[in-house]
């Protein structure tokens, strides 16, 4: 089957929010492009600095890295509502529904410790042997950051607004079953654009993305 997928766009009309909640390391970046491949629209994000490196540690912001106004439809969030500022890093959005993406917290804290002695670079890693060296620090940066995990997806559990689970092993495992899921939820109320929506999600479930 043949696809004819647009480049992703702003919207021309706002719509309602859709945060795409995860706690860091948990598949946002990818998750993120597979979304923008089914709506054929930029994801913005609540992040507001302008770094020099982004989702792929190399070529810097997409042209919605730090948009999160009526531009974009889903945005990333790695944040809680009610701290939303967090010294300025973070922008406050209203969403009507979310996204929750779960990562188990073992991969996340590896990942994260990873991200964190690279310096912040999401292209590069350090030697296992990190983890000896280091082996107090990493006994605390463990219980620091699963105590967070926990905090964060609690309170996104706990938000009055219709949620989608997703689970980023199944984003890699079963990629189609993810898309149709997340069809059914962005689009499944008899969206105006929802039939252009289901070419797509055709398109990218026939090419295994």
């Not at 043949?2 to 309602?16: E, G, N, V, Y």
């Not at 300025?88 to 996204?99: H, K, L, N, S, V």
Request: charged share 20%; with cysteine; net charge neutral.
């Amino acid at each position: 089957m043949s696809c004819d997928i647009s480049p992703p766009k702003f919207l021309s009309s706002p719509r309602p929010h859709v945060a795409l909640a995860s706690y860091p390391r948990s598949g946002n970046s990818l998750t993120r492009s597979v979304l923008e491949g089914l709506t054929s629209t930029w994801t913005g994000s609540d992040f507001c600095r302008n770094d020099t490196t982004g989702r792929d540690g190399l070529t810097g912001w997409s042209d919605a890295e730090t948009v999160h106004d009526g531009r974009v439809w889903l945005v990333k969030t790695h944040s809680r509502f009610e701290t939303a500022d967090q010294g300025g890093a973070f922008a406050q959005f209203e969403a009507q529904r979310a996204i929750l993406l779960v990562r188990h917290p073992l991969h996340v804290v590896t990942s994260f410790w990873h991200f964190v002695l690279a310096n912040e670079r999401q292209d590069r890693s350090v030697p296992a042997s990190t983890f000896n060296t280091f082996s107090r620090i990493w006994d605390v940066f463990i219980s620091r950051v699963g105590a967070a995990w926990g905090s964060f997806h609690r309170f996104w559990l706990t938000r009055p607004l219709p949620l989608l689970v997703l689970r980023y092993e199944e984003l890699t495992s079963d990629r189609a079953a993810v898309l149709q899921r997340l069809y059914d939820f962005l689009y499944g109320e008899g969206a105006a654009d929802a039939a252009p929506a289901l070419r797509r999600l055709e398109c990218l479930k026939s090419q295994g993305a």
